[in-house]
């Protein structure tokens, strides 16, 4: 009999029972044998594919016990049951089997493993769920502490499992109490104050009851005598002082209250030193029990100034509010002492919280001390002239101090990358195929398209033959056409699956075209959703893959672009047309050539487009005389659309329409119709691709991308990167452009929201940004509910630090009117901050003039931001 081929069979069978009774049965010999060869086994199998790597995941738990059993050192067995492709099994049934085989291991040796492995955890990411799911061995590691009594060591990793699971249990018991039993608990009670990652699991269950939650178990405990109360207070105080987020920091805020610990258990110098620092609910906590300190006089009158000035000088208006009402409320004598604590609230920009803190100090002024009185005064420096004065009644007299002139940056646009140069080998060409397809990057797709026609019109045999190991590896053999038609979503669209099926042509034209005759006698594929873009591009890839899979060639694409921007230079492409001579050029790659021109063509190439011999030369030169392509009629207007209920319904959306000009047919005028339509909206994920296909018409792009971004602003999709490329391009921008800007300055993710504000600040940069159109559509959308307001006025202030002040100001001048509320009307929420902005950039643009509504609003009575800014801007377009 031979061991190994006996382990490595019933492995193979797949039954767990037979291959334990087997692992029983080998003597220590035997088991070396085994514990020999098992892992170059493993290492050879997981390189001979994917079925293989997929077999060898099914088989992980068998592997994971032959390992287990037969290898010698304890180090040796950790390592291999944290091999990557043996952790995808299920961790509790998996822990039971692998303790069974441990058994007769001496207690020294699992408790060394024990360790090791708890070492070895890493912390799971994600929802809660999948965490508890990634748990890995943290189920074999906790039944190897609990058996041996081991001292498991410090790992953040084993404490969150350990949380993870057990409010897993707690949810699978339909909350019965866990806990008690909990052979761990005594391990893990004063480590749950110190680990990272705990959080989701210890609230994982209060949509229940709070009783159902660790929380709750433990205070129970405590009521119960079973764990210590003050461990748990202190262990609550100790993470408060460590730091951390909120939302780390949430259950144990709960754990706190829920204790309810009396006035005396409160660590009231602790809770005033975690003011300055600690996350929103810690501040909060840490102010509740304070003034329940404060009530009962224990709370001092230098810990109280201690405390209000920690308020004061954080960042959030809600606790500078809170430190003004708490010294507010405080005695005269003790508010007195605490009175230089208003002084950074004098610098808010909030109107309403700056005055009731001038009118707090000037009521406690003849309670101040005086180095507190100088501090006020010199903090009342930079108040407005009204509150200025007040304080100086109270204070003394106080000196206006003029604010220095700020100097607006130079608008200045960032460049698109360089293109790379274009692929001179098959050894290049084959690395660049090998090289991940994804992120799709348009530049890096059109050259290795180019490379391939070019190379293989040289040598197609010497394509083939450099392209083997691509094909080897990134395609079925023996080659399945049907698993890519019903198996692979994507591949007659997807351009990286077109892209590779170009190259397949090329090694295996057979292939491809059984490939291409099924996708196209596929009955069951639904029709293309893509907008006409998309299809033009695919077209174009299509037609390359044609021409090899009829084992045909060309000498090179006409419309390889020759700028990051996606256009071709006028002289190139005629010297790439005079290169075919007579050869008729592929007709998509013709095309996209000719809406690649750039705008400005010298004349001179004119009279050399004229001696082109082909059908396609006359073509060129006929558009080369009329300047290039003429534009298509683009208009804009707000549409009201029934949506599904997926969808956010907006009152009414900004949409473009395109018409082509009188003359234009075929794709072209395919390429350059659009109109809007109810029901489900045009959606594509390949938008980045658009604009390098219409380099100069960005209106009609733009008109295009109106039609998808918006049904992914609330997505992590992106693809505001398509704004960004839009900005760098060429020919006439206006509505359409400005209404695509404004969907990307709504988006939910900031980095996102950033890539429009590139292309603010782009198109300002080169003097082609329509601000008087991207006020009325800021306007507009929002008005309509199509964007939120608040996203759009923090694009809007950063575009004007960065220079853009007299953009945004005649922006907003068109924008204004729309927004402003009418008489008896209830003001648009985050109003007042967007006129914040208004004023900052007529300021700088030195701005004068009416704003319809500003007047009356400027008038009404009030201390909010949007009477105060109101007021402000009135004054500065008037002076």
């Known amino acids: 009999m031979n061991p190994v081929q006996e382990v490595l069979d019933r492995i193979e069978a797949g039954s767990v029972a037979s291959l334990v009774s087997f692992l029983d049965g080998l003597g220590d010999d035997d088991k070396r044998a085994v514990a020999q060869h098992l892992p170059a086994h493993l290492s050879e199998r997981g390189r001979a594919g994917f079925e293989a790597e997929r077999r060898v995941r099914e088989l992980a738990p068998l592997y994971r016990l032959a390992g287990a059993a037969c290898l010698s050192g304890a180090e040796q067995v950790a390592t291999w049951l944290n091999r990557r492709e043996l952790r995808w099994v299920e961790p509790e049934v998996d822990a039971a089997r692998v303790m069974s085989v441990l058994g007769n291991r001496p207690e020294k040796w699992r408790r060394d493993l024990a360790v090791r492995l708890v070492r070895r955890l890493r912390p799971t990411t994600g929802s809660t769920w999948r965490r508890v799911q990634a748990l890995a061995n943290w189920d074999l590691a906790a039944a190897l502490v609990i058996e041996t009594d081991a001292e498991p060591p410090e790992n953040d990793a084993f404490v969150s499992g350990w949380v993870l699971r057990t409010a897993e249990r707690q949810r699978m018991n339909g909350g019965v109490p866990v806990l008690a039993e909990d052979r761990l608990l005594d391990h893990m009670l004063p480590r749950l104050f110190r680990a990272e990652g705990v959080a989701d699991g210890l609230g994982w269950n209060r949509g229940w009851a709070d009783s159902h939650t660790i929380i709750g178990e433990l205070v129970a405990l405590a009521g119960a005598g079973r764990v210590p109360r003050q461990a748990l207070l202190d262990g609550c105080a100790s993470r408060f002082l460590a730091g951390g987020d909120a939302a780390e920091a949430g259950p144990f805020v709960a754990l706190w209250r829920e204790l309810k610990p009396e006035v005396a258990e409160i660590p009231v110098v602790d809770f005033v030193r975690l003011l300055p620092s600690a996350s929103s609910p810690v501040v909060q906590l840490a102010l509740d029990e304070l003034h329940r300190a404060e009530s009962a006089g224990v709370l001092d009158d230098e810990l109280f100034a201690e405390a209000v000035q920690a308020l004061a000088y954080r960042p959030e208006k809600k606790n500078m509010a809170a430190a003004v009402k708490w010294i507010g409320e405080a005695p005269l004598s003790k508010g007195g002492v605490a009175v230089a604590a208003l002084a950074p609230v004098f610098d808010v920009d909030t109107p309403s919280l700056r005055e009731r803190a001038v009118r707090v100090a000037v009521r406690l002024a003849p309670h101040t001390a005086e180095p507190d009185r100088e501090a006020i005064r010199a903090a009342a420096t930079r108040l407005p002239a009204d509150l200025r004065e007040r304080v100086a009644a109270a204070f003394g007299a106080v000196d206006e101090v003029q604010p220095e002139p700020v100097a607006a940056p130079a608008l200045t646009a960032t460049p698109l990358p360089a293109l790379a140069p274009p692929i001179g080998s098959v050894a290049e060409l084959a690395a660049e195929l090998d090289k991940p397809l994804w992120p799709v990057d348009p530049a890096r797709f059109e050259r290795i398209l180019a490379a391939l026609v070019e190379l293989t019109h040289q040598d197609r045999d010497a394509v083939a033959a450099g392209l083997q190991s691509w094909w080897r590896t990134n395609w079925q053999h023996p080659f399945e056409a049907r698993t890519y038609v019903y198996g692979v979503a994507g591949f007659d669209e997807d351009i990286g699956c077109l892209l590779s099926r170009c190259a397949l042509a090329i090694v295996s034209p057979a292939d491809g075209r059984e490939l291409t005759a099924m996708l196209n006698d596929d009955s069951s594929r639904w029709p293309s959703s893509e907008p006409a873009p998309q299809r033009f591009v695919q077209r174009r890839f299509r037609e390359v893959m044609s021409l090899f899979e009829r084992g045909e060639t060309i000498p090179l694409l006409l419309a390889t672009p020759t700028s990051p921007t996606g256009h071709v230079d006028a002289a190139t492409l005629l010297a790439r047309m005079e290169w075919l001579d007579d050869t008729e050029p592929l007709e998509s790659d013709f095309l996209q050539a000719l809406l ?228 008896g009307e209830k003001a648009r929420a985050g109003l007042g901050e967007l006129l914040k902005v208004a004023v900052r950039a007529a300021v700088c643009a030195g701005a004068r003039g009416d704003i319809p509504g500003l007047a009356e609003l400027a008038t009404r009575k009030g201390s909010s931001l949007l009477i105060h800014e109101a007021r402000r801007l009135h004054e500065v377009i008037s002076a």
């Open 596 to 823: 690649r021109l750039p705008r400005q063509i010298d004349p001179e190439l004119v009279v050399r487009a004229e001696r082109l011999p082909s059908e396609a030369g006359r073509r060129l030169a006929a558009c080369l005389r009329d300047g290039g392509l003429p534009d298509p009629v683009v208009t804009w207007e707000l549409e009201a659309f029934d949506r599904p209920e997926s969808y956010h319904e907006s009152l009414r959306e900004a949409h473009a329409r395109l018409a082509p000009p009188e003359g234009v047919s075929g794709r072209l005028a395919e390429l350059w119709t659009l109109a809007p339509k109810t029901g489900y909206p045009a959606f594509s994920r390949n938008m980045g691709w658009w604009p390098p296909i219409m380099p100069s018409h960005r209106e009609v792009v733009a008109a295009h991308v109106l039609e998808c971004l918006p049904w992914v602003m609330d997505s992590t999709d992106g693809q505001v990167e398509v704004v960004a490329a839009l900005a760098h391009g060429d020919g006439p921008v206006g509505i359409a452009t400005a209404s695509t800007i404004v969907i990307g300055m709504g988006h939910q993710l900031p980095a996102q929201r950033a890539l429009a504000a590139d292309a603010i600040i782009t198109l300002a940069a080169y003097g082609e940004l329509p601000a008087a159109d991207l006020g009325r559509a800021v306007g507009h959308m929002v008005r309509n509910e199509q964007v939120k307001l608040n996203r759009i006025t923090g694009i809007l202030d950063e575009v004007t630090a960065a220079g853009a002040h007299a953009e945004v100001w005649t922006a907003l001048a068109q924008a204004l009117p729309l927004l402003l509320p009418g008489p």
